[in-house]
């Protein structure tokens, strides 16, 4: 009778668990006919502490303007669906599936950077649903903006002590968030209105760490936590009273020791939590990585450390995320592969043994075309010490065949295509033209904004690559063993 029931139960956990794990795919649908045959993204945020998205799935837009998109996860997670360079924002739930009409500015469409000009993807759900969390927190949000957009002078640069009361109570008219960390909303809510309390008590942390820090939980998927952890743990580190200049100095700069440094921080009576101090270590170190006062490759050994120790697995996952993407920019990726004029495919490995300038343009762009002029004269002097390479990024591909046809036989280097690699472009930072990247021989990346044709990169390229000077034979020195 034991061995039965215990037979029954076994079969009841693997039906269960097999439940759990066969969670079903959210099905993301709709039409983007503006962009018919281009590919759409769905990138998702399971990384808020660094905001680095990742690419969950593709699609390519079909001649009608219809997409389909698949994705499972657990949790609830920020999401972004993306063409080209143009994104729109929304939540993805669990188990459920969306449809969305997709439109978009056709002038701001064709532009690097769309957000700079207020140009994003309009998206609008065929089946609006009130007690959608997308339609919840849209709502919430845009009544945020407006009432702290009214009040956000004298919230930030005046005395008037009622001001912060009158904001919340305007917001209070029409939300009531309480603290609840197992409700999604309601800790969005919460933690965004946290930004008030965060200007008001500005100079009392313990204040804004006892009312949203204080507890056992950190929702690392909920973007209003993350952004109020992020701006509450700024630097804090580096300006702890708890924690000197020597031991940080000490515990990374001279040996990595990260079993001192995690012990010290915990005197902090704001960090007496173990998962919360190690994940304010890992920003903290992260931050590090830009700071001259830190040895680069030993905070890399702390965040490695951490990573090959901690008992927490999310903590594990932040650090590859940022990790992976230092590489990533510091690496000629093998994934990465650009297309010739002839729609050959071109991998930047393949110019290793040789320094790379990356130099990147659009067919449109004046300044882009002058600096091509500069490099014809540097390429002239400079080539094969260094390889050169124009990459053009135009939206439409037929553009730049165009301008290859017309004036390729003017350029003696190659001239790329992008391969619409819009995920690479959006790594590297790539926002405004022209822009340039050096690499090292060896594929490293030396310089990411590297020196513009038209101005230092003369100077640069003469100090590190200096041309071969025979020596003049002086005739009363000549070689007397020279037949």
């Known amino acids: 009778m034991r061995n039965f029931f215990e037979h029954i139960i076994l079969i009841l956990c693997l039906f269960v668990g097999g439940r759990t794990l066969a969670q079903p795919p959210v099905t993301i649908t709709g039409n983007a006919p503006f962009a018919a045959g281009k590919e759409i993204r769905l990138l998702v945020y399971e990384d808020l ?91 919430f949000s845009e009544y945020f903006n407006r009432v702290t957009d009214d009040y956000s002078y004298p919230m930030i640069y005046g005395s008037e002590v009622n001001i912060f009361d009158t904001v919340r109570s305007e917001i209070a008219q029409y939300f009531n968030f309480q603290y609840n960390p197992t409700n999604f909303y309601q800790s969005y809510g919460f933690y965004t209105l946290g930004e008030i309390d965060l200007l008001q008590y500005r100079k009392k942390p313990v204040f804004i760490y006892d009312k949203y820090f204080n507890n056992d939980y950190i929702l690392y998927n909920n973007p209003a936590y993350m952004s109020l952890f992020n701006q509450f743990y ?190 690479w472009l959006i790594s590297q930072g790539v926002e405004t033209l022209p822009d340039q990247m050096f690499f090292n021989a060896d594929g490293t990346m030396r310089m990411r904004y590297a020196p513009a044709p038209e101005l230092e990169l003369p100077t640069f390229l003469q100090l590190n690559f200096p041309e071969d000077i025979e020596e003049e034979q002086n005739p009363l020195f000549y070689n007397r063993n020279k037949q």
């Open 234 to 423: 700024e630097g804090y580190l580096y300006y702890s009273p708890y924690i000197s200049k020597d031991l940080l100095s000490r515990t990374i700069n001279e040996t990595p020791d990260y079993p001192t440094l995690f012990n010290e921080a915990g005197r902090d009576p704001k960090l007496t939590n173990a998962r919360l101090r190690e994940l304010v270590i890992i920003k903290n170190l992260i931050s590090f990585l830009d700071n001259k006062e830190f040895d680069y490759t030993n905070v890399i050994k702390v965040l490695e450390y951490i990573r090959s120790t901690t008992s927490f697995v999310k903590h594990k996952d932040l650090i590859d995320s940022k990790l992976n993407q230092l590489n990533a920019l510091r690496t000629l990726s093998e994934e990465i592969t650009f297309l010739d004029e002839k729609g050959h495919k071109v991998n930047l490995k393949q110019y290793q043994g040789q320094p790379v300038y990356l130099h990147i343009f659009q067919t449109d762009c004046i300044d882009c075309i002058r600096e091509m002029t500069i490099i014809k004269e540097l390429y002239n002097k400079y080539n094969p010490k260094v390889q050169f390479i124009s990459l053009c990024i135009d939206p439409d591909k037929a553009n730049y065949q165009s301008f290859v046809k017309q004036y390729g036989k003017m350029f003696d280097w190659p001239l790329l295509y992008f391969n619409e690699q819009y995920d």
């Open 49 to 139: 502490l660094n905001g680095i998205p990742t690419v969950a799935t593709t699609d390519i837009i079909d001649k009608h303007g219809r997409f389909s998109l698949k994705y499972s996860t657990r949790d609830i997670l920020l999401a972004q669906l993306a063409i080209c360079t143009s994104k729109a924002e929304f939540f993805i739930v669990p188990s459920n599936d969306y449809f969305f009409n997709i439109a978009m500015d056709s002038v701001l469409y064709q532009r690097l950077n769309p957000e700079k000009y207020g140009g994003f993807l309009q998206i609008e759900s065929q089946k609006p649903d009130t007690a959608d969390l997308n339609f919840k927190i849209n709502r």
